[in-house]
């Protein structure tokens, strides 16, 4: 699906490209883009679709940080069969705030400080080491491509509190709230 045609002159816009550049890279006269962008006209499926894939391919370029490029390669990870207590420790040790949970290689769902003070409350420290993390944790963060731009996780990040970031198939990385402070470098 595509975006909506009166995002095309905000996109360009913001990119700072002239109607002739756009029209350039598209293949329509200046005068179809400024009738598109005016709302006088309306481009083929075609022509719209050239039109946004060439806005893309500039803000790809405007924002060269992929989520690669700004994740933590190194992943803290528990086990489903962890118990509570074990995701305490770690998570006071290392001093983050949520931690993937991984049945071998797959990641299978997380655990967060929202999540554990959630079961804190509920029991006792007398079970945190019976309580499994099987039991308690929540739903698997997303997972993106390497290659995906940064600039378009950041209200991913908002909703999910941290992202994995695959290569080849495998989780590569992790991307939590402060990493998203690298694209700012």
Not at 25 to 31: D, I, L, R
Request: proline fraction near 5%.
């Amino acid at each position: 699906m595509l975006p909506r045609l009166d995002n095309i002159k905000q996109q360009r816009a913001k990119l700072g490209i002239t109607q002739k550049e756009l029209a350039k890279m598209t293949g329509v006269s200046t005068s179809m883009i400024n009738q598109i962008e005016s709302g006088r006209s309306q481009p083929s499926y075609e022509t719209a679709k050239r039109m946004f894939d060439s806005l893309a391919t500039l803000e790809g370029r405007a924002d060269p940080n992929k989520a690669g490029d700004i994740c933590s390669k190194e992943i803290i990870k528990l086990r489903p069969t962890d118990s509570l207590h074990d995701a305490i420790t770690k998570m006071q040790k290392m001093s983050i705030s949520q931690i993937p949970i991984f049945n071998k290689n797959e990641p299978v769902g997380i655990i967060t400080e929202d999540g554990v003070v959630k079961h804190l409350a509920d029991s006792d420290e007398s079970s945190w080491k019976k309580i499994r993390l099987a039991d308690v944790m929540e739903a698997r963060p997303p997972i993106v491509d390497h290659q995906t731009p940064a600039k378009t996780l950041v209200p991913l990040i908002r909703y999910s509190k941290c992202i994995l970031v695959a290569k080849a198939g495998k989780i590569a990385g992790i991307i939590t709230a402060s990493d998203t402070l690298k694209m700012l470098e």
